[in-house]
């Protein structure tokens, strides 16, 4: 019975200790792409974190033989990018840190993400109002968009829009009662990321997370209907923008439109297709965005789109990866029961057309679900009622 008492203590310290771990590479990881000095230093130090935290995952967590291979296949091809073609730590450590956190409760790895952010983001933005740090100031059709001490205003939104997707997985057992304070903070959220930050596309999918809250309501068949109806829709969308440059005459009025609409996202999309290729593996592709930037960019040059992004800059391989895992968690999610995560993930999947975020491994604090086991999600949804 002590053998029994003592594995299970040593079980939760290993957990706990995991939990600050990933604590502190959050809070190192929105230093990194924010305002303040000696960006490098927190960028190193969140990278030796990430390292100790997968050293500890695999000498003393228990992970499943799937999750074993999928990370041979992650790894091997970052090794094979490294030897034979260009290697971005970004897609390593995503890998990392996703098979990692694998092993850990849902609702802990959210809960603590949420406050580790947010308590970052409160720190830096802090910073900035008092004048300790720059607080960049952007201008789009004549409105002003501030950063508050982030790279950028669209960083800062981000982080709140995974902020609010999570927490409504916190809070899915919530009362009635509570169902219109809930709603009310986070059309504030959505208010606040528009008119400060001038985050149009995070403002619109914050709200709808909102209607994600009212899939409880709906008979299970009714949600098995829709979220696998929405899955083959929103997936097959946001595939098809990848070639949406393509796909849309270039000397068409509509793309013309199309290219207002997304703020000149398929001009750069164009010209992206028109100097690179995909590849198997990596590759480097030289980009001048506008983040920490203080003057106006000559020759501004940013994949926004997060499904481009890996595609191109990751690899075919790597987006066949990240694409297979996603869909079949999709897919268990589906045969769960678990609808709320599915329509949040989709709404993820949204976002990630115009963003970066979605393979952002410290923005993004649901990737560790991708890999989790069916019964560690399915006991945190009898805990939360998801």
Partial sequence: MNIIQNKNEIKIHTINAMLALYCAIIFFGVLSVSMMPFISMFERVRNFLIILLFLISITTQKHSLLQWIWL??????????????????T???????????????PEKLLKFSILMILISLFIICLLALLGIIPNLIFYRNGAIRYSLGTMYPLTFAGFIFYCCAAGIILISNSSSSKNWIINLILILASVFVYKVNGARNDAFNILILILCRFSKFLPDKINKILTKISSIIVCSIAFLTIFISNIIPYTSNLYGKMNDLFSGRLQLQYTLFSMYTPKLLEQNIPQNGLGRATTTLMNYFYIDSSYVRLLFMGGILLFLLFGVTFLLFLLRMINCNMYLIVYIALVIVISGITEDAVINPIMNIFLPLLLMKNDLIVNCNNKLNI
Avoid: K, N
């Fill in 72 to 89: 041979g296949i992650g790894i091997s091809i970052c090794i094979f990018s490294f030897l034979f073609a260009y290697s971005d730590r």
């Fill in 91 to 105: 897609f390593l450590l995503m890998i990392i840190i996703m098979f990692s956190m694998s092993t850990v409760s």
